[in-house]
């Protein structure tokens, strides 16, 4: 029977992703068998289609809460397929090319070989990097928040009496964001609109297709997930004069229409037609045309972000069209001991091939070698430090099996 795409990937019309995310790291102990790391994974999913229902555990079905259209997905990281005892091979996307490598302290510490975006000084280890995720998605913070506390209460539980300091799994790490209404990012700028259309387009892009699976059937309308936690630098941004910063973009700052060129003073300069008549954004209904930028403009509008990020390959569903769904929502983070806000994007991106998003990082006529656009042999004052990395991980998102007690079971020798 063939499988379908997990909840939680927003490709159908009329769906649009849930407004607080969560992306929840799970770390086995070094000693935790397969065996036992199925069992576990069973008893979370049931745990959390529980809470899909409002039920918490210590409460009941008679006391339900609203679970605020919680969704869950499983996706499994690089560390899960190195254990020698699964039922399955190695799906082709989680080739060992596709891995985010951990931070090197003394030399190289580029998220990928090739790509212009580095871990902040302060990374010491790639908390993405473990072997399974949980994408949580909900309308209201609580609802997310929930299931972390009772996946910790769950693990908690699973203590030994007679080993009091281990705990066969352990939440490694939970990465909050949230989606915004006004489609722009930190930097002010309209983020995401230029996105593969909803329906067979988007469908064709994130599910693995029999060209792409490797002769592994069981893939089919699977997927596979890339998550980068990304900071971005507004001290740098701020000192970029909003010219400057349009033809780093693409875009004007507050339209959001596409740029078509610059004039002799060098001067950005939108497309005349956008927006329409009666409205003021490139989001407001009617401007459409111009949420994908033309690919007929001069060469230095040619190396903005929104350019290079997307070159506008057909057709869509081959991988070297390099098009992804993307669904990215924005963080904030306080330090306590700092006293350092750090804000910017958690990058999430569903694809049939994880090389569609590694080779936009890395190839040098995409975003290889810059942290966010430009010209590569002009970026100074900071502006190769704009965007950094605070973890990067890819994992394989499998397809649910009706018969499955949950996404990937067929993976587990059981």
Same mark, same amino acid.
């Given at each position: ?135 949580? &998605?909900? +309308?209201?913070?609580?609802? #997310? ?5 009772? *996946? ?6 699973? !203590? @030994? ?107 950005? &300069?939108? +497309?005349?037609?956008?927006? #329409? ?5 490139? *989001? ?6 111009? !949420? @994908? ?122």
């Amino acid at each position: 029977m063939l499988g379908q795409l997990q909840e939680g990937i927003h490709w159908q019309a009329g769906s649009k992703p849930r407004s607080y995310y969560k992306l929840i790291i799970l770390k086995p102990s070094i000693d935790l068998s397969t065996s036992r790391l199925y069992f576990h994974l069973r008893q979370i999913w049931l745990l959390c289609q529980s809470l899909k229902n409002g039920v918490i555990p210590s409460l009941g079905a008679n006391y339900p809460v609203d679970p605020e259209s919680l969704q869950v997905l499983i996706g499994y990281g690089h560390k899960f397929f190195e254990r020698s005892d699964l039922a399955q091979p190695t799906p082709e996307g989680m080739a060992q090319i596709n891995r985010f490598p951990q931070p090197n302290e003394t030399s190289e510490r580029s998220i990928l070989p090739g790509s212009g975006i580095v871990y902040d000084p302060d990374v010491k280890y790639n908390d993405a990097d473990e072997e399974i995720a949980l994408q949580l &998605l909900a +309308d209201s913070p609580l609802a #997310v928040h929930r299931v972390q506390v009772e *996946i910790n209460k769950y693990l908690q539980a699973m !203590r @030994e009496e007679s080993i009091p300091d281990y705990l066969p799994l352990t939440i490694a790490k939970a990465f909050d964001g949230f989606g915004r209404r006004d489609k722009r990012s930190w930097i002010d700028f309209h983020d995401g609109i230029s996105n593969l259309r909803k329906g067979e387009e988007r469908r064709q892009v994130v599910a693995i297709k029999p060209d792409n699976a490797g002769g592994q059937d069981w893939t089919l309308n699977g997927s596979y997930m890339v998550f980068m936690r990304l900071p971005v630098n507004l001290e740098i941004w701020q000192q970029i004069p909003q010219n400057d910063q349009e033809i780093l973009v693409g875009r004007t700052k507050q339209s959001g229409c596409p740029l078509t060129g610059v004039d002799s003073m060098g001067t950005a &300069l939108p +497309d005349p037609r956008c927006p #329409v008549n009666g409205s003021k954004e490139v *989001i407001e209904p009617r401007n459409e045309q111009f !949420r @994908e930028p033309s690919s007929v403009v001069p060469d230095l509008i040619k190396i903005s972000h929104v350019q290079r990020a997307n070159h506008h390959r057909a057709p869509v569903f081959k991988p070297d069209s390099r098009r992804i769904y993307r669904q990215g929502f924005e963080f904030l983070e306080e330090e306590e001991i700092s006293d350092v806000t750090k804000i910017g994007l958690n990058f999430v991106s569903f694809q049939d091939d994880p090389d569609r998003t590694l080779f936009i990082l890395t190839h040098p006529d995409w975003l290889g070698n810059l942290s966010f656009g430009g010209d590569p042999n002009s970026q100074g004052n900071g502006l190769d430090r704009l965007v950094t990395a605070r973890a990067a991980g890819t994992f394989f998102v499998p397809p649910v099996h009706g018969n499955s007690p949950f996404p990937g079971a067929e993976m587990f020798s059981i």
